[in-house]
């Protein structure tokens, strides 16, 4: 499916991917510096921003939407850098495992999504009536950390908490077992060799990094405890300098 994006800068390309009913302006406070020294690419997911819906809107067909647009800005094929917020920290983390990445940065997003799956389905009747908007609202104002009141606006103007496509994108959590989803989980992340940032805002709890560790050996984890579920806007300069500091790994490597 064809996705709005945008490209700015030149350099190594920087893939943006960015949270749940976000789009890809969600990026703004980063992009200017990116695009000194990258070519950076933004898309809006399917059903976000101004990219079309679709009928499927799992991990996967969101990760061949977004195959798709690289392919295009990089017609050299050379491997690009992601990063992703969210839900897009979930979408760079399939793709680097089904596709040729220089690294992904996974941005406060737990692999392990057994405690998102019992808040949501604890949800499921809400989520799929009337009180869905209160409930998104809800969910994202209990994850907002120290986020200035600005920024904490701009997100929320940009919003797109579109009913039939959140629950698309939840079917994973609402619609299978703690097994089933596990198993979902492991197969998404399998043959992942690239190196990988998982830079959480919100403490994933104990014994996280070791399951991490089962499943991408390599991942670095680190958490900026307290930030909430935006560290990188709370703190951009400190994301900035950790993000090419993590570049700057790749290339010594």
């Known amino acids: ?18 949270g749940i009913t976000e ?8 992009t200017d510096d990116l ?3 990258h070519r950076v690419l933004r898309v809006d997911l399917r059903g976000h921003g101004e990219s079309p819906g679709g009928d499927d809107y799992g991990i996967a067909a969101l990760v061949d939407d977004v195959a798709a647009v690289v392919a295009g800005a990089d017609p050299g094929g050379r491997a690009p850098l992601l990063v992703g917020h969210s839900l897009g920290g979930m979408v760079v983390t399939a ?9 992904a940065v996974n941005v406060d997003q737990s692999l392990d999504l057994a405690p998102l799956q019992g808040g949501i389905q604890a949800q499921a009747d809400n989520l799929r009536g009337e009180a869905f908007p209160a ?9 907002r950390g120290p986020l200035p009141d600005a920024e904490w606006a701009r997100l929320d103007a940009l919003r797109r908490p579109d009913q039939a496509v959140v629950l698309g994108i939840w ?4 619609d299978t077992t703690p097994t089933e989803l596990e198993r979902a989980v492991d197969g998404m992340v399998a043959g992942l060799t690239a190196p990988y940032l ?14 991490l560790a089962r499943r991408i050996p390599q991942a670095q984890l680190e958490v900026w405890d307290g930030l909430g579920h935006y560290p ?9 300098e950790r993000l090419r500091a993590f570049e700057a790994d790749l290339a010594e490597g």
């Open 95 to 103: 793709y680097a495992a089904a596709h040729e990445v220089r690294g």
């Open 232 to 240: 990188h806007l709370v703190e951009p300069r400190r994301f900035l």
């Open 1 to 18: 499916m064809p996705l709005a994006h945008d490209l700015r800068g030149d350099g190594p390309l920087l893939v943006l991917v960015h």
């Open 135 to 143: 409930v998104i609202a809800a969910l994202f104002d209990s994850m």
């Open 35 to 37: 695009a000194r020294d």
């Open 171 to 174: 079917g994973l959590l609402l």
């Open 23 to 30: 789009n890809r302006r969600s990026w703004d406070p980063l």
């Open 198 to 211: 998982a830079l959480d805002g919100i403490d994933p709890g104990p014994g996280h990094a070791e399951w």
